[in-house]
Each structure stands twice: as structure tokens, then as C-alpha cells.
């Protein structure tokens, strides 16, 4: 039954052969495989690499290799999971140059059909794998000319990162997002070529026959590619009968609201907000585990580094507590957690007390660290490590302006919702962001609501242009100040990722400093625009403000909380916005004919893959979990995306990292 996939699955048939080749090898992966193979093993990848075998593992980062030589192998298996062909020429040639290997084998993730490999030396070979594999072999026997080299490039479609059984992120497009100006670049369109053919690779791999839907220019962009993949082609005409999955594209561009929204009843969203990423990952976050070890043992490890915890665990229930539990209920589970690990007497009121915090968590943690050796806690360490991630993320320091922009968040909406054309949000936030320093504000979480506000007005409201021309001002004099602010400080590890794009800049002058004030909050206010317009072209979703009656508070309803709504209502509703490839001659004359309208509702089949271009929330996988579970007749529901979002990602990504291009 397609609706019983396991995504698991998937990863393990590629994993096991990779580790197959591993065994006495010199192992080099890049990030986003490792983040593949960090959820896969569950926070093992490196002791998964080293018990099959290998000899040692290395960051697959030209930075590494300069004057790396590996000792006691001569054998390399490298994992890579870019379509950038610059990467096999200069840090692939900079791994063999600095070795004597006599063999490589070269794990790619990118199909030979979608690699496109120009070889530096002249081989009259066709295909991209056996170009790559000639150049590798005249490198190695350069390198070592008393030795014929064996080479070998084996396609392994790496590409999940499972977080929950029905929650998974791709870390190879982790950067992608939808243009504002829908036009695809070069660079995009090798990354949306490989996103086509490893999504083919998870079809083909479960025997899946799909019906391709999208929302969105970006996403129908993909989708046509992925309908006139030949080989998907191929796969769709093999498998005789009617489709068992329905896959939808989304563009995340479309609901950057939700994406930007702090006020959440998910605990995991709570957690991506406040902890740190973990190095190179776009998924998980970096727990400090300092608070559980002794004042000795704390001693100890302070030479050298303590490693940080993470969320990925083998225990699927304690991450699906954190998607989809309030938290409530996710401080009474785990205080009960607590209570089972611990040998201390505690009392029937404490055991059974519904009253329970933070703080009591924190406590009960200390008891169970003082009366057990490190060692033993050991066998308790993943729990462990996801209760300190809930008890970090609720006393973070960042709380207090959270709880603010929530409370901005929550006058916002209704102030848009009341007086729409003539609200007066755009003059209160202008004010807000010259007087952010004494109300504990940071400009990046203003630069978040703004996107949050121009998100949620779309085109349904309109700002005056004296509004705008306060906001314009109010922006270019705060960045000035930020300017030379990041001038005076000294750069350091914790600099945010707003004061690091203004320090790209390198303004040395005060001339320059307001030139280049001016010309980004310029910039950003032609991205707001742009963002308000991006539901422009819809029908149902244009609009995501609801307000029933006078007497009632406006409400927010997300893109993808309304489209789950639809698929899965009884009256199985037509869904206008939902654009169907069609996936023959005469299927294509017939949605023609119907003017765009779907012959196939999505919800006939046992499978939704609902994938996000751009990134999805944990609190929409909350909400999707709570919609879909109240019936089990309902299709299962995959939620998918680039990767897994906090509100200043949004802001890096759509915002910040245009300022300096």
C-alpha cells in the first residue's frame, strides 16, 4: 500500500551500500550528506561510518585539504550531493593531490543523467560519470604512477533527512526559495533539475505512480520538469493502473506569514527559534549539555570542547511529542520521563502534580545528575538531551522579546483586519524601530515583522505612500546607526546574521555608511512589495484574514492549514488554486478545455506528498498532524521541504542576502 511507505526505508538502501564500500577507507562527505546520514543513524553518522569500516571521516570542505594527508589507507569512498561540477575539479583534484590513493570511489547523488561533468583532460567518452571517472584516474596516476588506479562513481540518490514518519526535509536544496521575480537562474535550474530527479529516485523506489499538483510559479515550474522527466515518463507508463500518490509543490513564498509568525503552540518550533543550528545543518540544533555534568567532570571537558546535544533520536514518539503535543502536555510527559529515570524517593504530589514547569523539570534533571554517575546516565542520554532543548528553549533569554512580537503580532492582524486600507500599523512599527533599543528590540526581528505584515496584507490591503515614506526613513536611519555600530564592535562568534551582512559591506566612510542606509532600506522596501504580491494571482488564497462577525477577533488561517482543509473535506471540493500537469496528449486538451480546473481531486488517492519549495515550519507539521489524524479515513499526509524553518531563516534568505549581491 503506497500509503505505508517508509521513508527509513529509502535512506537505508542507500546508506547500506555506501557503507558496503566503506570498510578500510578514508571517507570524505559533504554537509548535506552528512546531515542525510545524521538523521538517518540518529545523531550516530560518525560511529555508523566507523563501525562499517572506515579508517576516518572528513569534512568534504576544500578549507580541510590544504594540508591534509591521510595516513594508513589507501583507499577513499567520497559523498557528495551537489550538481556543481566546479566541486570535482578543484576540491575532488585537491583530495587526490594530496594522496597516494590507489583507489576511489566516488558516491554521487546526483544521476549521470543530470551531472553535467566537462572533463579537464580530452576523453571521448558521453556520459558525465565516465568523464569524471578518466579525469580522477589521470589525477591518481599522477599522483602515484606505480600504481594502476581504480576508479568507481556510483549513483546513490542521498537526499531525506527524516525527522518524523511523516515529516522529512532535503538537506541538498536547503538554501533553495522561490524567486519574487519568478526567474530562474542558471544555478537554480541545475539545483531544480536535481530536485526533479531525486524526487523520480523516491517514486521509483516505492513504486509510486504520481499526479503532479502545484500552487505557485516557482513550483509549477518544477512540476512541468518532473512531468517531462523521461525517465518519470517511463516510470508512469511501467506502472499500469491509476496513481497512488498525489504530490503537491508549494511555493513557501506564498505564506511567508506563517513562516515568519513567533506565536506557536508547537514546542519544536519554540526550540528551532531559540537554540542554536547545529555546525552545517539546516535541521537540528546544538543543546548545551553543560548543566548536566558534575562541577569536576565540567572541569574536565573544559580543555577541550563539549559536544552539544541534538534532537535526532531513534525514539520516534519524543520527537512527535514536540510536533505535536502543546506544552502543557509535553512538560507533564517528560516530567514523568524524569520520574521513571530517577531511583530518588519523590513524593505522590510531586509525582502526580499537574501543576509542572520549566522549572520543575530543571530541578527533577539536577536530582537525577547529582544521585547518577555520568556514566550511567549515559543509557538515559537522548532523553536527557531533548528535555535540556525543551528547558533551554523555555528559559531562553530571548523570551521576553518573543512574547512581545507575539503581542505585536496579535495587534497587528486585528488592526489589519479592522481598518484594512486606512490602518496605521506601518506609523506605529516605523515608530517602533526608532525606539527598538529601549523597548528590547533587534532589527532582525523587526525586519521578521515587517515581512510578517506585508506577507499578511497581500494585496487585499494597501499602505499609503506617507506611511511608507515614515517607514523608508525610519529604516535608512536605523541602519546608518547599525552601520557604524558594526564598525566599532570587534566581530565575533555570536554576531547575528543582520549585523554580519552589514559588515560585508566594509563602509569605512560616514558618506558611505548613509549612501549605503539608504539604498537597502530601499531594497527592502521593494521586497516587501514584492512580497505582498505574491497571492496576487490566486483565487481562494488570496486572502488569509478571516474576521466572522464584528464581535469576533480577527483570525490568521495559514496557506497550507486552508489548502489541507480542502484536500481532505468529505465534499471533496474543487481547489481552484491547485494547478494539475497533465500527464498525457489528451489529459492536456482536456484540463485546457476546463480552464485549469484539476480532472482529479488529490484526495483519491491514499498518498498526499505535500513538498514546500522553500522550507515548512514545525508548527504547520503540528497542525497538519492535528487536521489529518481526527479521521482515519483520511489519506496519509507527508509534509516536506527544503528544510525545516525559524523566522530569522525567512529573513536571511529572502531579505538579508540580497542586500550585498
Not at 590544504?66 to 577513499?76: D, E, L
Not at 514536540?322 to 531511583?343: A, G, R, Y
Not at 527598538?436 to 533587534?442: I, N, P, S, V
Not at 555600530?485 to 552589514?502: A, D, F, R, V
Request: net charge negative; hydrophobic share 40%.
Amino acid at each position: 500500500m503506497s500509503n505505508s511507505i517508509d521513508l527509513q526505508e529509502f535512506a537505508s538502501a542507500c546508506w547500506k551500500d555506501i557503507f558496503s564500500v566503506a570498510h578500510g577507507a578514508a571517507v570524505y562527505i559533504d554537509h548535506a550528506a552528512a546531515e542525510c546520514l545524521h538523521w538517518f543513524t540518529r545523531d550516530k553518522a560518525y560511529t555508523a561510518l566507523i563501525n562499517a569500516g572506515a579508517v576516518s571521516v572528513h569534512d568534504l570542505a576544500m578549507y580541510n585539504f590544504r594540508y591534509v594527508r591521510v595516513k594508513g589507507t589507501k583507499k577513499a569512498v567520497i559523498i557528495y550531493t551537489s550538481a556543481d561540477p566546479i566541486f570535482y575539479q578543484r576540491t575532488l583534484k585537491m583530495i587526490i593531490e594530496k594522496n597516494t590513493f590507489e583507489s576511489c570511489i566516488i558516491i554521487c547523488a546526483v544521476h549521470y543523467g543530470i551531472l553535467n561533468y566537462a572533463s579537464i583532460f580530452p576523453v571521448e567518452e558521453e556520459s558525465s560519470y565516465n568523464k569524471l571517472k578518466e579525469d580522477v584516474l589521470n589525477w591518481m596516476s599522477t599522483r602515484n604512477p606505480a600504481k594502476e588506479p581504480h576508479v568507481d562513481v556510483i549513483f546513490r540518490p542521498v537526499f531525506t533527512a527524516c525527522i518524523d514518519q511523516d515529516l522529512f526535509t532535503t538537506p541538498p536544496f536547503g538554501d533553495m526559495m522561490p524567486n519574487f521575480d519568478e526567474q530562474i537562474s542558471q544555478d537554480q535550474e541545475i539545483d531544480l533539475t536535481f530536485l526533479v530527479s531525486s524526487l523520480h529516485s523516491l517514486f521509483t523506489h516505492f513504486n509510486l505512480k504520481e499526479d503532479i499538483y502545484s500552487i505557485g510559479k516557482f513550483s509549477e515550474y518544477i512540476a512541468e520538469k518532473l512531468e517531462n522527466l523521461p525517465a518519470a515518463i517511463d516510470r508512469r507508463k511501467r506502472l499500469f493502473g491509476p496513481s497512488n500518490v498525489s504530490l503537491i509543490l508549494l511555493d513557501r513564498t506564498l505564506d511567508l506569514c506563517k513562516a515568519t509568525s513567533q506565536n506557536t503552540e508547537c514546542v519544536l518550533a519554540r526550540i528551532l527559534t531559540t537554540l542554536p543550528r547545529l555546525p552545517h545543518h539546516y535541521n537540528d540544533v546544538a543543546i548545551n549539555m553543560a548543566p548536566i555534568c558534575a562541577e569536576t567532570e565540567l572541569q574536565e571537558t573544559q580543555a577541550s570542547a563539549l559536544v552539544p546535544g541534538c534532537l535526532a533520536t531513534d525514539d520516534p514518539s519524543l520527537i512527535k511529542l514536540l510536533i505535536s503535543e502543546k506544552q502543557k502536555m509535553v512538560l507533564l510527559k517528560f516530567n514523568q520521563l524524569l520520574m521513571d529515570m530517577t531511583v530518588l524517593k519523590v513524593s505522590p504530589k510531586a509525582k502526580f502534580g499537574t501543576r509542572i514547569t520549566v522549572y520543575t523539570l530543571e530541578k527533577l534533571l539536577h536530582k537525577l545528575r547529582d544521585s547518577e554517575g555520568i556514566e550511567s546516565l549515559t543509557r538515559f542520554s537522548k532523553k536527557i538531551q531533548i528535555i535540556m532543548a525543551v528547558i533551554q528553549a523555555l528559559k531562553s533569554e530571548k523570551t521576553p522579546q518573543l512574547e512581545l512580537l507575539i503581542s505585536l503580532e496579535k495587534l497587528i492582524l486585528q488592526n489589519l483586519a479592522v481598518s484594512r486600507d486606512s490602518s496605521s500599523v506601518l506609523a506605529q512599527l516605523s515608530n517602533i524601530i526608532k525606539n527598538r533599543c529601549t523597548r528590547g528590540l533587534d532589527m532582525e526581528n523587526l525586519l521578521i515583522l515587517l515581512i510578517h505584515i506585508f506577507s499578511l496584507a497581500g494585496t487585499e490591503i494597501n499602505f499609503s505612500a506617507q506611511q511608507e515614506e515614515h517607514l523608508n526613513e525610519a529604516l535608512k536611519d536605523a541602519i546608518y546607526e547599525d552601520i557604524k555600530k558594526c564598525n566599532e564592535t570587534t566581530p565575533g562568534h555570536e554576531m547575528s546574521i543582520y549585523y554580519q551582512t552589514l559588515l560585508l559591506l566594509g563602509v569605512t566612510s560616514d558618506d558611505k555608511a548613509k549612501e549605503d542606509a539608504e539604498d537597502i532600506a530601499q531594497r527592502i522596501i521593494d521586497t516587501l512589495h514584492a512580497i505582498a504580491q505574491q497571492r496576487a494571482s490566486l483565487e481562494n488564497y488570496r486572502c488569509l484574514i478571516t474576521k466572522p462577525s464584528a464581535q469576533e477577533l480577527a483570525q490568521y488561517t495559514g496557506l497550507l492549514e486552508c489548502l489541507i482543509r480542502d484536500l481532505l473535506h468529505p465534499n471533496r471540493p474543487e481547489i481552484p488554486d491547485l494547478q494539475q500537469k497533465a500527464s498525457s496528449f489528451m489529459s492536456t486538451g482536456f484540463n485546457l478545455f476546463r480552464k485549469g480546473k484539476t480532472k482529479r481531486h488529490p484526495g483519491d488517492n491514499p498518498l498526499i506528498i505535500i513538498y514546500v519549495v522553500g522550507g515548512v515550519t514545525a508548527d504547520e507539521a503540528r497542525i497538519i498532524n492535528d487536521i489529518s489524524s481526527r479521521n482515519i479515513n483520511n489519506p496519509r499526509i507527508i509534509l516536506a521541504g527544503s528544510r525545516l524553518l525559524n523566522p530569522l531563516n525567512v529573513t536571511d534568505k529572502v531579505l538579508l542576502s540580497t542586500l550585498t549581491s
